[in-house]
């Protein structure tokens, strides 16, 4: 996580966004508000992703070992990052986890499942290696549709307090 409350919104924005029970709270979440937190877990989810789809495609692993290993990485270094400013916030590890764990398992899990989907259905994409233009094309594309696809999932969990909006109680 970012340091400070504007790496997701305002602080007027963050807190409609952990009423999720007023009038509107879908509306009350901007898509700038929801698009930063969209863009927050991806970079973390990201790291990951990358690190595993490099890692598995150099080593030669079978397309559905890399994934795993891509899968497991992006949660891993998901869940970091966004411990890494909870924890910066003063709360304990095991409070700092369970903030990580509410905050982004749903938008890891759901950009986890797009950009693997796009990278095992892009023709060659797998195969290509790491110095092909056409593995790091596929892979730029695939997280850019997981951001394209999560960031109304994020906005609408935000405007009822879960997800990233979880994370902002403890800034």
Not at 5 to 25: F, K, Q, Y
Not at 45 to 67: P, R, S
Not at 91 to 115: H, K, N, P, Y
Request: with cysteine; net charge negative; glycine share 12%.
């Amino acid at each position: 996580m970012e340091d400070g409350p504007s790496s997701v919104g305002t602080n007027d924005e963050l807190a409609h966004a952990h009423d999720g029970d007023m009038a509107g709270g879908w509306a009350s979440v901007s898509w700038s508000m929801a698009a930063q937190a969209t863009a927050h877990c991806l970079t973390g989810c990201a790291i990951g992703e990358v690190l595993g789809m490099v890692i598995g495609t150099a080593l030669g692993l079978h397309d559905a070992a890399t994934v795993v290993l891509a899968v497991a990485l992006a949660f891993v270094f998901g869940y970091a990052l966004t411990m890494r400013g909870v924890l910066r916030a003063g709360v304990g590890f095991r409070q700092a986890l369970r903030v990580a764990l509410a905050a982004d398992t749903v938008s890891i899990t759901v950009m986890e499942i797009v950009d693997n989907a796009v990278m095992l259905g892009v023709p060659g994409a797998m195969d290509a290696g790491i110095t092909s233009a056409l593995f790091w094309g596929a892979l730029a594309f695939a997280l850019l549709v997981a951001f394209v696809v999560t960031t109304p999932i994020n906005r609408w969990m935000i405007s009822r307090g879960k997800g990233h909006a979880v994370v902002h109680a403890h800034h």
